[in-house]
């Protein structure tokens, strides 16, 4: 029996998310691990990094926490051969990856403003 057209697509698009994801985690470990950062160490890296993705059939994606992923990834491949400064550059994308990373926490973490004031009715 063939897979149906919509767990094809299906597949493509966790494909190209995870895709993403690994992109996105090896630059941000590559930006935070590395001691002495170059513009032609950060190019290599980004050029090894793109082989995967461009493997990959880019979706559209329409999630927010999605979106600005695949925002901040185009980000870093705009950095490939800029001027710019590589410190600035640094600060720049380990900025958007800490944003990313708490609007995704924001979401998943939701604090309960009265809860002691379920209590009350005991004493």
Do not use: C, P
């Not at 090894?48 to 901040?72: A, P």
């Not at 185009?74 to 550059?89: Q, T, V």
Request: proline content about 0%; overall charge positive; glycine content about 4%.
């Amino acid at each position: 029996m063939a897979a149906s057209q919509k767990a094809i697509n299906n597949a493509n698009r966790l494909r190209y998310i995870r895709a993403l994801e690994r992109f996105h985690k090896g630059m941000i470990s590559y930006l935070m691990n590395t001691g002495k950062l170059t513009h032609k160490g950060f190019n290599k890296k980004i050029e090894n990094s793109l082989k995967l993705l461009n493997r990959i059939e880019e979706i559209d994606l329409y999630k927010g926490e999605l979106k600005d992923l695949q925002i901040l990834v185009k980000k870093m491949i705009s950095y490939k051969d800029s001027e710019e400064d590589i410190d600035n550059i640094k600060e720049e994308l380990l900025h958007g990856s800490n944003q990313l990373d708490k609007s995704k926490n924001a979401k998943r973490y939701k604090k309960d403003k009265h809860a002691n004031a379920k209590y009350d009715d005991w004493e």
